[in-house]
C-alpha cells in the first residue's frame, strides 16, 4: 500500500487498500469529527476539514433548514454521515447529507437500523471544494443514485442534477426549486458580513416573496 501526500487541505491518499482495511480505518475513526473518508476501487482519500472549509457548509446547512421551515418541505439532515456499498467498491463521506424526496421513509424506519452499507442515497448533498479533492466524487455519487448535488467552489455554489448518469449543472434547486445558484452564493456571501439574526431575516423575507 504506497502513500502520497499533496498540498492540498490536509489530503492524503491511499493506493491499493483493500476493503477489508477501508472497513477498519472507519471502525477506528466513527467518534472523529472533521475527517472525510472517500473510497474508490481501492484508493483511499483522507481528508481534514478546515474553518474555511466548514463555513460555507454551515451556512448551506442553515439554509437548507430555514428554507425547509418556510416552505414547509419535510426535511431529514445526516451530515457527514458514511456510506458505502462493497458490490460498487465505494463509499464516502459528504460535507452534509439531507433526505427530501425520502424524508418520510426515513422517519418511519429505526435510526438504529440505518447502517452505512444499506442507506438509502441522499437526496441533496452539500460538497465544498477549498481546494480540489483528490479523487473524482461525483462518479463515486452518481454511482449511488444521489439526485443532487449542491457545491460551493471558489467562492459561489452551483447546482448539479443527476441526468442519465451524470451530473449536469441546473440552474436551480432541485429540492428547492425556487432556489437558484445565484442566489443561494449571495446567501453564504452575505453570511460573512451579517448577524445571525439578520442573516436569518433576509432568507425568511425573500422566502415568504
Do not use: C
Not at 73 to 91: E, N
Request: charged share 25%; glycine share 6%.
Amino acid at each position: 500500500m504506497s502513500t502520497i501526500s499533496t498540498p492540498a487541505e490536509h489530503n492524503v491518499i491511499l493506493h491499493n487498500v483493500t476493503w477489508e482495511t477501508y472497513e477498519w480505518i472507519l471502525s477506528e475513526h466513527q467518534d472523529q469529527s472533521g475527517t472525510h473518508f472517500i473510497y474508490d476501487e481501492g484508493e483511499l482519500e483522507i481528508m481534514v476539514t478546515s474553518g474555511r472549509h466548514e463555513f460555507p457548509n454551515w451556512a448551506l446547512e442553515l439554509l437548507v433548514s430555514i428554507l425547509a421551515e418556510e416552505w414547509d418541505i419535510d426535511v431529514m439532515g445526516f451530515g457527514s454521515m458514511t456510506y458505502k456499498r462493497k458490490a460498487l467498491q465505494k463509499g464516502f463521506e459528504p460535507d452534509s447529507a439531507f433526505y427530501v424526496a425520502r424524508a418520510a421513509e426515513i422517519r418511519a424506519k429505526d435510526l438504529d437500523e440505518i447502517d452505512p452499507e444499506n442507506a438509502p442515497p441522499a437526496d441533496l448533498i452539500i460538497e465544498v471544494d477549498v481546494t480540489s479533492p483528490s479523487l473524482p466524487r461525483f462518479p463515486i455519487y452518481a454511482a449511488f443514485g444521489v439526485p443532487e448535488i449542491w457545491r460551493y467552489k471558489d467562492g459561489s455554489v452551483s447546482f448539479y442534477r443527476l441526468e442519465q448518469g451524470r451530473y449536469v449543472e441546473a440552474p436551480s434547486s432541485l429540492a428547492f426549486p425556487p432556489l437558484t445558484a445565484e442566489i443561494a452564493t449571495r446567501f453564504v456571501e452575505d453570511r460573512k458580513r451579517l448577524k445571525m439574526a439578520g442573516w436569518g431575516r433576509q432568507i425568511r423575507d425573500w422566502a415568504r416573496r
